[in-house]
């Protein structure tokens, strides 16, 4: 047996990521059972996305990347999707490069996946270039996510905002309700329905009786990071009753690492739009 060693940084409101991603993995084990997956957390504080705590929480990157490095994971996945879409085009590249010069400085050089580079990485592995979406955000934080997948090249052709401003208020929504939330969707010209564009809303337990129903591939922000962490690990993605994204039929290559710091220019952040309000990640 094999021990993949996962770790995993998380806002510290986040009550999905540490319950969504090994479940899936647990249920592979299921079907691999030479296959085994640990799982090591380190958080950084932040209960609302406001460009305050954002600030405050990206701050700690370093801290919580070194803590993660101690374990010396074989790979480690950020999960904090709007925040770094809301950083501007193309800023989970700078968010990763980040994470790993990090872990390098402690002596570990895995791969790093975000949630946010890992829903486009997914939707490219699929052959998705128009999509419809369902997020927890209130509407202007939709249209960030929006305007960022749209930036990469995939047209949004619908979204629905169920506009839940808490964070631990999103963690306790219901699955099950996504099952006729899509039904508001218009998913006509879609090639992809993202049913939770939002690793702290919950949606495994509705991906694959939605996308039976909707006949396209259903993905969410969950199962596209473990899509890739299991793509960096070098593992075929496959996790049952996940959507045809985790079926073990649809691949794609291992990312580039990037270089080191001192070889690359950094990207600029930008603050958040004022007047934005507060949202779950």
């Known amino acids: 047996m094999r021990d993949y060693h996962v770790g995993m940084i998380v806002p510290s409101s986040n009550l999905t990521m ?5 479940r899936m993995l647990r249920s592979r084990e299921e079907v691999i059972p030479d296959e085994r997956f640990v799982f090591h957390s380190s958080r950084m504080r932040m209960k609302h996305v406001t460009p305050e ?16 490095a101690d374990a010396r994971p074989d790979v480690v996945a950020s999960a904090c999707l709007v925040a770094i879409m809301a950083q501007g085009l193309d800023y989970h590249c700078t968010a990763e490069a980040d994470i790993a010069d990090a872990l390098h400085s402690e002596g570990v050089d895995v791969p790093v996946v975000s949630s946010a580079g890992a829903l ?24 960030l996510v929006a305007d960022y997948i749209e930036g990469a090249g995939i047209e949004v052709v619908d979204t629905l905002s169920l506009e839940v401003s808490d964070n631990l208020e999103v963690a306790r929504l219901d699955p099950a309700d996504l099952r006729e939330h899509w039904r508001k969707v218009d998913t006509s010209r879609a090639d992809a329905l993202v049913l939770s564009a939002c690793v702290q809303m919950p949606s495994l337990a509705s ?11 259903v993905l969410s922000a969950a199962t596209a990071t473990v899509f890739t962490v299991l793509t960096e690990l070098g593992l075929r993605p496959e996790v049952p009753g996940a959507g045809r994204l985790l079926s073990g039929e649809v691949t794609m290559a291992p990312a580039p690492r990037p270089a080191p710091r001192s070889e690359r220019s950094v990207a600029g952040t930008r603050d958040l739009p004022e007047g934005l309000p507060a949202m779950a990640e």
Do not use: F
């Open 207 to 217: 991906i694959q009786p939605v996308e039976d129903e909707a006949g396209l591939p």
């Open 53 to 68: 705590e954002l600030k405050a929480m990206n701050a700690q990157t370093e801290r919580a990347s070194q803590e993660l």
């Open 18 to 22: 540490e319950t969504e991603l090994p």
């Open 120 to 143: 486009l990485r997914a939707l490219e592995a699929l052959g998705a270039k128009r999509v419809a979406m369902v997020t927890p955000y209130m509407k202007p934080l939709t249209k």
